[in-house]
């Protein structure tokens, strides 16, 4: 548990409930929380601060949440071109791999991506973490240990398809030869017991654990690669815990595709249909939305995850925000992974999330405003999180998660309008210190709980003694690729009657 904190005489943007702002005021910080904010707060406290951070110059703003992410690609960064997500799949979770990365691999990465979030100003992230090829307590001890290491707030959840390869697509089975589509039949896949019972370890083990700084959530992926059995346990789970359900739908065409062949609908309308839509739901990408579809997000009172730039990264299309908005839709925002955003930079996020529906509508006045973009990035993840009334916002009784900016830098000079300058001027430079739960866990430059560049050759010595992996996995996935092109290509041609591509 962290010590009192004073953060005396910032300017305070508390993106609170009211929307206040103080040209200067204190923050008092006790066992994690926020005691009271305002000018003099410190002055006027009963006790002593045991650590005064003097905040002359500096902003004090909610800390960022990154809402959607992926460990297990941190290591990935750069190395693939820009393909569609079903090409792009066998390289990131290979369907033939027959063994894990190890241990040290998870946690190593993990802790990287932890440290470069940190460093942001980033306090919270959503991780959808996948396993290839299977989950194990290991693997998934190994990601928490490293959040609870590195000291951010992390909502970890087990991404794992348990259906074989070539029934999450539309007409992969028949364009196959029976050689590679056996040799998915006999990949390792995990049976619903299997997931449920790793499932029980991550919320006994870890869901509250570091005075509540880690917490679980549940991922089926995406609805067509799990088993209707192990989806509707899930649900169960997410709502005996009241925990968040990440589901991947829609995020191309191909998938709208998908749902008309397999099911004769569109996935949500699949998802609404099972029961499994509610308020816990996070739905992932949702791009290829019709008004239907919207309507039934809306009335279950799902929240979207807008992950821009992966969208952009892999041609998947332009989310139909300004429908989503317009039905009531809570959005929040994502960096996905590494190797379909290259970074964790959720100010890039924010400013691409803007700018991208400039080209979508004639209307200006309708496009997304600087506040807009800032309430995703804090209160829309804590919304997401199912934590909104801790988090996301600076306000008595919320936890301490904070992100310290120096005004004092090329993105506030001239300082214009605060809002607009944060989202479509600031890249993360900025940042002086990040706390989270009321402990300094960023400051001069480093992050405290963790031996930087010890950290770095560390990951660069296992990324090269993973090469061999890679090798092969490169290798299937150049023997795989001429069918799932002709896969995506015949479900590119096929009229879905809309699009979310630019023409």
């Known amino acids: 548990m962290s010590g009192s904190l004073l953060i005396h005489n910032a300017r305070v943007l508390a993106l609170d409930d009211a929307d206040r702002e103080w040209p200067r005021a204190d923050i008092v910080i006790e066992a994690g929380e926020i005691k009271a904010i305002g000018p003099d707060a410190g002055r006027d406290w009963p006790r002593p601060a045991e650590r005064v951070i003097e905040g002359n110059g500096l902003l004090a703003m909610p800390g960022l949440i990154n809402a959607h992410f992926h460990s297990p690609g941190n290591l990935m960064k750069g190395m693939l071109p820009g393909l569609p997500l079903e090409l792009f799949m066998l390289h990131e979770v290979p369907p033939l791999a027959a063994s894990g990365d190890g241990s040290r691999l998870a946690y190593v990465r993990t802790l990287i991506g932890a440290v470069e979030m940190l460093r942001r100003g980033i306090t919270a992230v959503h991780d959808d973490a996948y396993h290839v090829p299977v989950a194990t307590r290991e693997s998934v001890d190994a990601i928490m240990h490293a959040y609870g290491d590195a000291g951010i707030r992390a909502t970890v959840a087990i991404d794992q398809p348990n259906v074989v390869e070539y029934e999450k697509y539309p007409f992969l089975a028949e364009l196959l030869p029976d050689a590679e589509r056996h040799a998915m039949d006999r990949a390792p896949r995990q049976s619903a017991e299997e997931l449920l019972e790793l499932y029980a370890h991550l919320i006994q083990r870890w869901h509250g654990a570091a005075d509540g700084r880690l917490a679980a959530a549940v991922s089926c992926s995406a609805p067509q690669r799990v088993s209707r059995d192990y989806f509707a346990a899930l649900s169960e789970l997410s709502r005996r815990h009241d925990l968040p359900f990440n589901i991947h739908i829609l995020e191309t065409k191909l998938q709208r595709v998908l749902g008309e062949v397999k099911f004769g609908k569109s996935l949500v309308r699949y998802v609404h249909d099972l029961g499994l839509l509610d308020e816990r739901t996070m739905v992932i990408h949702a791009i290829w939305l019709d008004e239907p579809d919207i309507e039934l997000l809306a009335a279950a009172r799902c929240t979207v995850a807008h992950n821009p730039v992966c969208n952009l990264r892999l041609g998947s299309g332009v989310m139909p925000y300004f429908a989503l908005r317009a039905a009531g839709v809570p959005i929040c925002l994502g960096s996905d992974e590494m190797n379909t955003d290259d970074t964790t930079n959720m100010w890039f996020v924010a400013k691409t999330a803007a700018l991208l529906q400039t080209v979508a509508r004639l209307e200006y006045r309708d496009w997304p405003a600087a506040p807009e973009m800032l309430a995703a990035l804090t209160r829309g993840g804590a919304r ?69 560049k010890a950290l770095r050759a560390e990951a660069r010595e296992l990324a090269s003694a993973s090469r061999a992996t890679l090798a092969r996995a490169e290798g299937e996935a150049r023997r795989l690729e001429p069918y799932y092109r002709q896969m995506y290509l015949k479900a590119a041609a096929r009229d879905v009657g809309f699009t979310r591509w630019l023409q």
């Open 384 to 452: 997401a999180l199912r934590r909104a009334d801790r988090l996301g916002q600076l306000a008595p009784g919320f936890r301490a998660d904070i992100a310290l900016l120096d005004l004092d830098t090329h993105a506030f000079t001239p300082l214009n309008d605060l809002r607009r300058q944060l989202v479509f001027c600031e890249d993360g430079g900025s940042v002086r210190a990040t706390i989270v739960a009321g402990r300094v866990v960023y400051e001069n430059g480093r992050v405290t709980t963790v031996d930087e």
